[in-house]
């Protein structure tokens, strides 16, 4: 039987029905997957809490309720697609495929292809590539923010997975990461776990306001996903000429900044956007899926580790307990501090 966690008001409930078959009469676009894993993002607690303007794009056969899950790796069963073979793995290009289910049916233009050379990446990896380690590549890539070895940047949300695999990268570009993490009773062991991965300092919020402990050399890049104060704090550590990019919201929607002309003009700081799906639309399908591919073989050969995650195995679990684990990842994520991701393993 397939399985789906469907969404019911701001709860989830996991249901069972049919294993899906393609159709002989499917059009000629159509792909046959089988889930593997997928991952509880941020982004997936806020489309549960309606502050995402995306919502999930299908519906469980049994409860007629949304799928969420923005992220994940299937395996292609059967397609009437020339771009897609059984066997192939795949992730989803497209946003609100409905992930935390074990089947689907889906368009082949909402998917991207991995390599062959590939296959053995290990599922749990491949599900943290298209909004974990495939964004910390663009942002330390961006055009618009061009870096050189030896660069100072600084990061908030430093324990999330996006920043972890960005230290990754960073390193062995030759980029310095500075990355600021919550304020907790006990962070030394959270900033020994960073500085091993190669982030060149870890800072608490109260340090980085405090003014301590920040490198003599310019910081010329800043990378916020929270915004609201922290997001000021960032800006006012950025050399002159420097510049902001917002990578997301964990304030909340509703969080705001407080801009002057000592940004503006004085500082000629600039502030810009940046949305990943947006960015790989500008790349095109050949250079994304080559560009996954390079991240993928980071994961096989060892150059890219995975943050620690909690694997939720939906194959062994008991009644209740997806559904307890879901409810777990929601408060941890309202905590005061950092917290593990969770990853559906789904088959």
Known sequence: MAQ???QTGTTCKLT????????AESPPDSVLVRFLASPVNRVDLMVLNNQYPLKPKYTSPTTNTPIPGFDGIALVESSTSPLFSPGDLTLPRDLG?????????????????????????????????????????????NPSTPLKAGDHIIISAGTSTVSQFLIQLAKHRGIKPILVIRDRPNPEPVKAELLALGAEAVLTESEVEAGLLLPKQPI?????????????????????GGKFVLVGLL????????????????????????????????????????L??????????????????KVVDWTTAGEGEVEKALEEAVELAKGEAGHVKTVWKLT
Do not use: C, Y
């Open 251 to 290: 304030a909340g929607p509703k969080a705001s900044m407080q801009l002057t002309t000592q940004h503006l003009f004085n500082r000629q700081l600039s502030f810009l956007p940046f949305r990943g799906s947006e960015h790989l639309k500008r790349m095109g399908d050949e250079q994304t899926e080559s």
């Open 220 to 240: 010329i890049l800043a990378l916020d996903s929270v915004f609201g104060k922290i997001g000021e704090l960032l800006a006012a550590s950025l050399a002159p």
């Open 292 to 309: 996954i591919g390079e991240i993928a073989r980071m994961f096989v050969d060892g150059t890219l580790k995975r943050p620690r995650v």
């Open 97 to 141: 495929l409905g992930t935390w289910r074990t089947h689907a049916i889906l368009p082949a233009f909402s998917l991207l292809k991995l390599p062959p050379s590939v296959s053995t990446i290990s599922p749990i990896d491949a599900s943290l590539i298209r909004s974990g380690a495939l964004i910390a590549h663009l942002l330390l890539t």
């Open 16 to 23: 069972t029905h049919p294993i899906p078959s393609l159709p």
């Open 4 to 6: 789906s966690l469907a």
